[in-house]
């Protein structure tokens, strides 16, 4: 088992892996290449020094509301550490709604899974290598990560190592590509039938739909909605 999440035994306690380096995610959608790429967080891509400098939630689902711990500056009711594998979360369930849903979810299999949110930049914290599984995409590695936001328990994370059903982490590739697909179309609509003195503000209008839809779990540089 790579990376399970799990409830410790006669405790509270929630443990997991929200990052896991060197595995590949499912096939995501970047926004700045227009294409699907299946992503790879790099060994030192989260130093403990961005850890002690940020202020990272636990929460369900990327959802800020249903927080259930955090860190600040590295200190806090949640505990972050990195080692060979990835960084590493724990907490004590809360004894709230949340931190009931949580608990109980983990300790059924509910939850099976792991996520994170991030900001890294886009011209020095990336690179890009060809996909040998797909021509049409690429592998996108992250070298450096410069804003740690969240870790989430996640009904359907994007990295299969957090012991998600393969069933869904396809499904969920799939959706992905049907909304780059999606935007191509609209940009193809958009271009065909507008005139030079409008094509500026079609194209800002693209990109603030292509914002308000950009799934949480492959944010680059701005962040974006809820992998």
């Not at 294409?35 to 990272?56: F, H, N, Q, Y």
């Not at 500056?73 to 949640?78: A, I, V």
């Not at 599984?133 to 592998?139: E, F, G, N, T």
């Not at 999606?182 to 739909?209: I, V």
Request: hydrophobic letters at 30%; proline letters at 3%.
């Amino acid at each position: 088992e790579d990376c399970q999440l799990r409830a410790l035994e006669n405790s509270r306690t929630i443990e997991g892996y929200a990052v896991v380096f060197n595995q590949r995610s499912v096939f995501l959608p970047d926004w700045n290449k227009g294409r699907m790429v299946e992503e790879v967080m790099m060994p030192g891509s989260i130093t403990e020094e961005l850890i002690a400098k940020s202020d990272v939630i636990a929460n369900i689902d990327h959802d800020n509301r249903r927080m259930v711990a955090r860190s600040v500056n590295g200190e806090g009711s949640l505990r972050l550490s990195l080692d060979e594998r990835g960084l590493k979360f724990s907490f004590e369930a809360p004894m709230t709604n949340d931190g009931e849903t949580v608990l109980q979810g983990v300790r059924r299999g509910d939850f099976r899974g792991c996520s994170f949110a991030y900001t890294c930049d886009e011209d020095t914290g990336v690179h890009y290598e060809k996909n040998d599984k797909d021509s049409r995409a690429l592998i996108r590695y992250v070298d450096e990560v410069n804003g740690l936001y969240d870790v989430s328990v996640v009904i359907h994370p994007a990295y299969p190592q957090t012991n998600v059903d393969s069933r869904a982490a396809l499904l969920d590739g799939a959706l992905m590509r049907g909304m780059i697909e999606e935007n191509k179309q609209e940009n193809d609509n958009t271009n065909s039938n507008s005139n030079s003195d409008s094509m500026d503000e079609n194209t800002n209008n693209t990109r603030r739909d292509r914002d308000n839809r950009r799934p949480r779990r492959n944010r680059n540089n701005k962040e974006g909605g809820a992998k």
